[in-house]
């Protein structure tokens, strides 16, 4: 194996989203900070409800998927295709808004505490308008695997640690999502997985090296390329390993639309003004 090194560590932000939710986000459409094919990152971690209750009410996307991973709390969602689905600690929740979607996503109205993740991934532009869709996935459907020190639920993709190989519920997509939550104890770990993915890790908890450089929790790692990865902690840590096959397209962004020019973001403006983003 070829272990990838560290290249760039950067902070979260602080920001609000939704109806006022408190969030952490890593925001990545271009430049230097760029995480194609992901788009953005954001972390919800709060116990105290005001932080979070008021949740995300309905708002419309288009041109990209939606992924929603809770490891506490939980989440309801509601969509113009007529879905609706819950998850609660350890579920996901996979949305295509394609074309066109509106949807909410909201918090259990007795919940005290909450932490979870939704990262936006993007389309290939000729996937952009297809149908949308949704799928949510509980906490006892993603895969599990156990080496040494190392625990990992397997959300998408594929990936090896030990000498087990695992493919996690959503596979074959065309940017081969691999999204994965690791926990470490005191110790380290080698998680092989396919050079031509594009990959990031998040911290959550504890702090996690890679060769000499640390990254603390709140902090996004970005990776070289390589086949593997080699995680080392000092104490218990938590992170999400996450990464795809590089889009390499332009991305025009505005608000809750994504898509490849000016022009395709007009058209989903006026779409929603005229009340037929979602038709």
């Given amino acids: 194996m070829t272990a990838r090194t560290i290249t760039r560590v950067v902070s979260a932000q602080p920001a609000t989203d939704g109806a006022g939710v408190k969030i952490n986000r890593n925001a990545g459409f271009a430049g230097e900070l760029r995480m194609d094919p992901f788009l953005m990152l954001d972390e919800i971690r709060s116990e105290s409800k005001d932080d979070f209750i008021a949740g995300f009410p309905a708002h419309p996307h288009r041109g990209f998927e939606t992924v929603t991973y809770m490891r506490e709390g939980s989440f309801s969602h509601r969509d113009s295709m007529g879905n609706t689905g819950a998850i609660g600690g350890g579920g996901a929740q996979w949305m295509t808004a394609g074309s066109g979607v509106i949807h ?3 918090p259990a109205a ?41 625990r990992v639920h397997l959300i998408a993709g594929t990936l090896t640690l030990g000498d087990e190989t695992c493919a996690g519920v959503v596979t074959g997509k065309t940017t081969q999502a691999l999204i994965a939550d690791v926990n470490l104890v005191t110790g380290s770990a080698t998680i092989g997985y396919a050079q031509s993915l594009a990959s990031q890790f998040y911290v959550y908890s504890g702090a996690v090296s890679v060769a000499k450089t640390q990254v603390q929790a709140g902090q996004l790692a970005y990776l070289g390329t390589g086949d593997s990865v080699e995680l080392h902690c000092g104490d218990e840590a938590g992170l999400l390993l996450f990464g795809g096959v590089p889009l390499d397209e332009p991305v025009v962004h505005y608000g809750p639309f994504v898509m490849n020019t000016p022009e395709q973001i007009q058209r989903a403006l006026q779409d929603y003004r005229d009340g037929v983003l979602a038709s």
Wanted: aromatic share 10%.
């Fill in 110 to 150: 007795d919940a005290d505490r909450m932490h979870g993740f939704q990262f936006w991934l993007n389309l290939p532009a000729g996937e952009k308008m297809t149908a949308p869709a949704y799928r949510d996935i509980q906490a006892e459907e993603i895969g599990e695997l156990h080496h040494q020190d190392a």
């Fill in 104 to 106: 909410s996503e909201m």
